[in-house]
């Protein structure tokens, strides 16, 4: 019975030990293990490639397209930084740069590549019932306009010509991402107004910030009340979309054209 005891506590010394072991170890990843979550879009026709110090992740940017990589590294007892690098593959142009220290636990990058430069990248929101979201940017390349600008988003009711505000996003840089803005969707079938039948068109005007002015004002293209607008999702369906788009004129009436839609 002795002998049996003995052997008997010495397994549970064992077990004891390995499950310290275990723990420890469990401990170590936790505490080492550092995880890097890469989003955002790649708005150039070059793959990219990104470095973690001399390490190259697997997996490239393909060009022209959203991306969305998870990657880990396990710093070293005697490290405390590493740098992050993202890359043209083709020509080696160092696009992004950053610095991941180790007591941060973990990173999020999120950037746009568009033209040469690096921007955030927004989230869009989630799509809610009976509500259109929108997020946009805007990039005046043809009049380069470079003053803020409104985004009206409203109905147009054709017969009366009336155009009714729905909502506002205010003070938007070109080049730069707006703010989410939602509304309720709308039917655009054949309806009354003020006893009048008319059609109703979803438009998006452009105006010259905290005005109702169209910002090609004083310039040699004119507004069409329904044809220029910025691009827009159906206005009966619920949806979340972010637009990227330009000037696209048609002879001298302001148009648009868009780059990018997600």
């Known amino acids: 019975m002795m002998k049996t005891n003995k052997l008997f506590l010495g397994f549970m010394s064992v ?14 990843y936790k505490d080492e293990l550092y995880g890097i979550n890469l989003t955002g879009y790649n708005g150039s026709g070059d793959t990219l490639i990104t470095k973690l110090g001399d390490i190259t992740f ?7 397209a959203r991306f969305e990589q998870n990657n880990a590294y396990m710093f070293q007892s005697t490290e405390n930084k590493i740098k992050l690098r ?19 636990g973990s990173a999020k990058v999120n950037f746009l590549y568009m033209d040469g430069k690096v921007g955030p990248m927004p989230d869009k929101p989630e799509v809610e019932k009976d509500k259109i979201s929108l997020v946009y940017m805007f990039q005046p390349t043809l009049t380069n306009y470079t003053e803020p600008v409104d985004f009206v988003i409203g109905k147009y009711y054709v017969t009366p010509q009336v ?3 729905l909502a506002r996003l205010k003070n938007v840089k070109p080049y730069e991402f707006s703010t989410a803005v939602s509304i309720p969707t709308f039917s655009t079938a054949r309806q009354e107004y003020n006893g009048v039948m008319t059609s109703v068109s979803f438009s998006v005007r452009i105006y010259k910030a905290g005005t109702n002015v169209p910002y090609i004002d004083g310039t040699s293209y004119t507004w069409n ?10 206005a ?20 648009f054209s868009t780059r990018l839609e997600l």
Do not use: W
């Open 163 to 165: 155009f009714e505000e």
């Open 225 to 234: 009340a329904l044809n220029s607008t910025a691009p827009k999702p159906s």
């Open 58 to 64: 697997p997996d490239g940017i393909l060009p022209n």
């Open 15 to 28: 077990m004891l030990l390995a499950l310290a072991a275990c723990e420890k170890s469990e401990q170590f």
């Open 236 to 255: 009966s369906a619920a949806s979340s979309k972010l637009y990227i788009f330009s000037e696209s004129p048609l002879g001298n009436i302001m148009r």
């Open 86 to 104: 993202v890359m043209e593959k083709a020509s080696g142009k160092v696009v992004l740069e950053k610095e991941l220290h180790k007591e941060e």
